[in-house]
């Protein structure tokens, strides 16, 4: 048997994972607000002016007003968790078509089913018997499906706003390659000893590098300029340690003047390169061609592979899969990215629509 200790830390641990104070205040709101829902339609009553507290309670608990209440709280939730993340999943029109008619068939059922009202009470504005129920049903049916589908949308929406944000954060503090910046120093260190004149040069690209990923990239987009030699002074600062049976070709054509472009989109798929395509002890090639247009920018990206030892650095940055989300959720439908990973070479395709 489990020690009485252990049992009572296992109950705490499941408590505040819960967080039962934040549950029950979501209850109560919920609770509260389908108690007003469901008191509408004494808004309804030609009597409203006479009633009581008594006879707006006696109302709330007839039988068919506590069927329909039933309904229509089944009807929110089953929609708001099942029927509409079903609808996104298979994106079709006709799966939700299908879903309203069948709820509103039960609706039409459950109305025609149940004892009608009496005339003659409190109760006299639900005593006309018709496939609808009272007059104020199939608004309540349209404001609970309309209601369902709203807060599902709009908590969709505010997921993906989050995601998309905690994915632009991880990025940007991730953006320095810890392996690149070992690297790089080792190189300008290699510089400093032989006393050569690109020390100095190389040291001011780095620190560009750096200012340009903590200080300038905070916002949604950014200067295509400043994107540009951010990608210009790492390719210069990688041919540091390139040895001489490595081929590489960097061409980049158009004005990045007066462009704006989402930070960070681009560099993951050079690092890919570089990271997979150089190897000094064997025949190593990388192309880059970036082309910029006047609404949009294209970039090829092609390496050989090579052996690649595993005590190199497991990442650039987010990698390529973080970057195919951010270019999703940045340029829905304004971009088009092919990679293509075959047995000795890897390339990359994106074009993007600029904003």
Same mark, same amino acid.
């Given at each position: 048997m489990l020690h009485a200790s252990t049992i009572q830390q296992q109950t705490i641990r499941l408590t505040n994972k819960i967080n039962i104070p934040q549950l029950l205040k979501i209850v109560g709101i919920h609770f509260i607000c389908w108690l007003a829902f469901?008191?509408?339609?004494?808004?309804?009553?030609?009597?409203i002016s006479e009633l009581g507290l008594q006879d707006v309670i006696e109302d709330l608990v007839y039988p068919p007003r506590i069927v329909n209440g039933l309904f229509f709280i089944i009807l929110f939730y089953f929609s708001y968790f099942v029927a509409i993340p079903s609808y996104y999943y298979y994106r079709t029109f006709i799966f939700i078509a299908v879903y309203i008619l069948t709820t509103f068939v039960i609706f039409l059922m459950l109305n025609y089913l149940i004892t009608p009202y009496s005339s003659g009470t409190s109760h006299s504005h639900h005593h006309h018997k018709t496939i609808l129920g009272p007059p104020y049903n199939l608004f309540m049916y349209m404001i609970t499906l309309i209601f369902s589908f709203a807060m599902r949308t709009y908590n969709n929406w505010r997921n993906v706003y989050e995601e998309k944000l905690n994915a632009e954060i991880s990025f940007l503090k991730a953006q320095i390659n810890p392996h690149f910046l070992f690297n790089t120093l080792n $190189?300008?260190?290699?510089?400093? /000893?032989? @006393? #050569?004149?690109?020390? *100095?040069?190389?040291?001011? @690209?780095? #620190?560009?590098?750096?200012?340009?990923?903590? $200080?300038?990239?905070? &916002?949604?987009?950014?200067?295509?300029?400043k994107e540009?030699?951010? /990608? &210009?002074?790492? +390719?210069?600062? &990688?041919?540091?340690?390139?040895?001489?049976? +490595?081929t590489f070709?960097? !061409?980049?054509?158009?004005? *990045?003047?007066?462009? !704006?472009?989402?930070?960070f989109v681009l560099i993951p798929f050079i690092e890919n390169a570089f990271k997979y395509g150089v190897n000094a002890e064997q025949e190593s090639n990388i192309n880059i061609i970036i082309d910029i247009a006047d609404t #949009?920018?294209?970039?090829?990206v092609w390496n050989k592979k090579v052996t690649i030892? @595993?005590?190199?650095?497991?990442?650039?940055?987010?990698? /390529?899969?973080?970057?195919? @989300?951010?270019?999703?959720?940045?340029y829905p439908g304004k971009h088009l990215l092919a990679i293509?990973?075959?047995?000795?070479?890897?390339?990359?395709s994106l074009k993007i629509d600029l904003v």
């Open positions: 469901l008191c509408l339609p004494e808004l309804f009553n030609d009597n $190189s300008i260190y290699s510089l400093t /000893i032989t @006393k #050569s004149d690109d020390a *100095p040069e190389a040291v001011l @690209k780095l #620190s560009g590098m750096m200012r340009y990923a903590v $200080s300038d990239t905070g &916002q949604q987009y950014v200067s295509l300029e540009v030699d951010y /990608i &210009q002074n790492y +390719i210069e600062l &990688q041919k540091l340690r390139l040895d001489k049976n +490595i070709n960097y !061409k980049i054509t158009g004005n *990045p003047v007066g462009k !704006k472009l989402a930070p #949009s920018i294209e970039m090829h030892y @595993k005590s190199e650095d497991t990442g650039t940055g987010v990698g /390529i899969s973080n970057t195919r @989300k951010r270019l999703q959720m940045l293509y990973d075959r047995e000795t070479e890897f390339s990359v």
